[in-house]
């Protein structure tokens, strides 16, 4: 194999994961949303932050590594501005890159600190409570995907016009909004039991 099939076959797998990742970080907030215990409400939280630093960042290390290799050696470099399929891949990329290492991933750290506090306290604390509702932190979390699919639609299909990048945002935002309004309708937010169940010395308690 040469240079460039090795760097497609490490894209590649940077996608996988970070996808693999993402769409574990989905599963367990809609799971997360269904525990009114707080010591199994902390595990899913917990499990997400686990995605996030586990599988999603080393993924997305990945593709941008290999990314850049691949533009600088075998797109022309700065040359492949003229390329909007590429350019779309490239912004849509950053704008995922600095969105989940900030809002979303953040959002989650701060989910698991307070998780601790309560679980120390043996009770959901207000700011515990405050923050699992935090609207732009869910909306960003459901735009994940979306963007994801987005990206490989462009490498895929390989678009020539800009019109197509920006359907794509467009329809990616689109989702975004429906899923945002959807989930919690299907999905709310379980009435906290009151005071946590104490761990056990095999794991929690079911």
Known sequence: MDEYQLLRLAHVLG???????????FVCDLRSRQCSDLALFSQMVNLIALFYDGI????A??????G?????????GWEFLD????????ALFAFEFIEGNT????????????????LEQRDWTAQLLDERGQRLASFTHFLDLPMLFAIVALGVLRPTSWSAF??????????????FFLM????????????ARQFETKGYRP
């Open 68 to 76: 850049v290799w691949m533009i600088a050696n075998h797109h022309g």
């Open 56 to 59: 999603v960042v080393p993924g």
């Open 83 to 90: 390329t909007p399929w590429l350019v779309g891949m490239v």
């Open 166 to 179: 920006l359907a794509g945002c467009l329809l990616a935002l689109s989702v975004a909004t429906f899923l």
């Open 15 to 25: 996608l996988v994961l970070m996808g693999a990742g993402l769409v574990g970080v």
């Open 184 to 195: 919690p309708r299907l999905y709310p937010w379980r009435t906290p039991l009151g005071p």
């Open 103 to 118: 809002v979303t991933r953040l959002y989650f750290l701060r989910m698991r600190r307070l998780c601790a506090q309560s």
């Open 61 to 66: 290390l990945l593709l941008l590594g290999s």
